[in-house]
């Protein structure tokens, strides 16, 4: 592993940096609280390529979160991303 050295300075420079970043991201997030992708039953089928049938398993199995509205489903991207990364297998990772 290699070290890397910085004079104080230039870390004070670097954390102010990631500060406004961070400051920057924050605002962002408030002034568009909507800018999760939500996805309609076909493309959420499309995106994980399972049947409506499988779909509607993991709805009725509480394995999937969604949203429904006047009879229409939508699920967030983000919840089909966590569902993949739960199941998610490291080929490094020693059984």
């Excluded at 605002?27 to 409506?52: G, V």
């Excluded at 509607?56 to 967030?76: A, E, T, V």
């Amino acid at each position: 592993m290699e070290v890397i050295t910085f004079d104080s300075e230039t870390f004070k420079e670097i954390m102010k940096n990631l500060l406004e970043i961070r400051s920057e991201l924050k605002q962002r997030a408030k002034l568009n609280p909507l800018s999760e992708t939500w996805l309609d039953i076909s493309e959420a089928c499309q995106l994980l390529k399972i049947s409506k049938r499988l779909l509607q398993s993991y709805r009725d199995n509480r394995i999937l979160s969604f949203s429904q509205i006047n009879g229409k489903i939508y699920f967030r991207a983000s919840d089909i991303e966590s569902l993949l990364n739960s199941h998610y297998i490291d080929k490094n990772r020693r059984k």
